[in-house]
């Protein structure tokens, strides 16, 4: 029966089936350890090679410090949320891709999306993906915005390395830019775990200040200290700094004072090196302690500074929201003004309209009324004229009658003679007068007989239309008929 270790609890809370992605290689310091042993058992070289090391820029990015710091931070962050750590082998795999992912960042300046950054942007982030998709979404989220932050640093270094003049569009530019800048970062709340150890180029923040700092551009741009603060804040990683429990104060101030008691109660000069050296562990600590007493006082300091400008931020916010406040309230009194016009304006022009259609329909029915009249008087009128025309002919007819039978009465009385008047001879020639008379008296007669009166009598004047015809009549007559006494 093999004897096996019992696991760790770790290992039982957390079974990690992540499996890195970076590449498998052996760490320098093994294979010249592996090697430095191998060396061992053989002889030694006659003269040992010169160690060439270049100088580590402080300034300079380094991906795997970085990478081990960032992670350290989450750790450290679910240690005091009380969830279960990672296993050994786990936190190795994720500071391994970690480190793959800024190093590829750092080269390429951009962020390859791939299953490294799906397990481990969430992860780092404090979030949790119910499916694939939301990590995608997730990890393309942040890719935005790293680049987005990248490119205003680098528009930032442009502007201040490439204008040597500062005038109105320099100031104005580098003011809405710091705005945009700032207004993203102050966004992207979520991504503050990632980005303080991404390689950004944060070397124009320090620039930025310094030159704001100078005389000649700090009354243009003074008032934006406030916000390169608060970018340099959350671009840069948080200060390390070693805090002691109060649980640990405590006992190292009770194991003291037992000393000092025991001390004091039995002095011994072989206890009085043991107590010298007490007391200078203890100075050691009382130093300590005093020099974590100033970082704590100098990060209050810096915390009561930073309430201070957010006090002022949410002053100026204030401010802003009632002017804002103020601006709305006059424009919705604007707009309510405007549509109580608007709507007499559409109240008048509905009056308008509605006696302009009562208007039209009056004249339109005005229009059809005396277009009716028209037709009836016009139809009246044809009924009239109709009439007219038959009277006339039945007139005409009439005259033609009596012309007939006044053509007979003539030849009748020239051939009857005695019927004329003693003072006439019987073949003397009528004289037309009495003839017409004669005539007009006959039509009389006969008009009363025939129940209708003529219109006009028969002039035999210039005013009588008959008189050229019975004229006419009289001459062939007479010619027809001459007599014996009138000589020819």
Known sequence: MTDQAPPTPASDASIDTYHTLAPSKIPVKRKLQDSSDDSASTDPPS??????????????????????????????????AGIT?????????????????????????????GTAARHLIPRLANITPRSRHDKIALVDEFVQHYESVQCDLLFIRDIITGNARVDLDVVTTLRDCLSAFHLSLAKGVKWRTIMPYTPLPKACLPMLRDFIANPKHFRFLGH??????????????????????????????????????????????????????????????IEQGMEQVGLVTERVSLVTEKVGLLADK????????????TAHTRITQNINVLEATSAEQKAENRLKEEKWVAAASQIRKEHCEHVARQNSE?????????????????????????????????????????SLPASQPWNSPMNLDQSSDMMDIDQKS???????????????????????????????????????????
């Open 47 to 80: 003269s040992p090679a010169p160690a060439k090391r270049r100088r580590h820029d402080k300034d300079e990015y380094n991906p795997k410090y970085m990478a081990r710091m960032c992670f350290g931070a989450h750790v450290l962050r679910q240690q005091e």
């Open 85 to 113: 750590d990672y296993t050994l082998q786990a936190q190795q795999d994720y500071q391994q891709d970690l480190t793959c992912m800024f190093a590829h960042a750092q080269s390429k300046g951009y962020f390859r999306k």
């Open 224 to 285: 934006l200290t406030h916000t390169i603060v608060d970018l340099e804040t959350w671009l840069s990683p948080p200060p390390l700094c070693m805090e002691l429990s109060a649980r640990l104060k405590a006992s190292a101030t009770d194991t003291l004072q037992q000393e000092n008691e025991k001390t004091t109660v039995n002095p011994s000069p072989s206890l009085s090196t043991q107590g010298d050296a007490d007391r200078e562990s203890m100075a050691k600590l």
């Open 314 to 325: 949410v002053s100026l916010l204030e401010e802003q929201l009632q002017q804002a406040e």
């Open 378 to 418: 016009l139809e009246r009128i044809k009924l009239a004229v109709e009439a007219e025309r038959t009277r006339c002919v039945d007139v005409m007819a009439n005259t033609s009658q009596m012309l007939a039978e006044a053509n007979e009465r003539i030849s009748t009385l020239a051939s009857v003679p005695s």
């Open 446 to 488: 006969i008009s009363s007989a025939n129940g209708f009166s003529a219109p006009n009598p028969i002039d035999p004047g210039n005013n009588n239309p008959f008189a050229s015809c019975l004229a006419q009549d009289t001459t062939a007559h007479q010619h027809a008929n001459p007599s014996p006494n009138i000589p020819m």
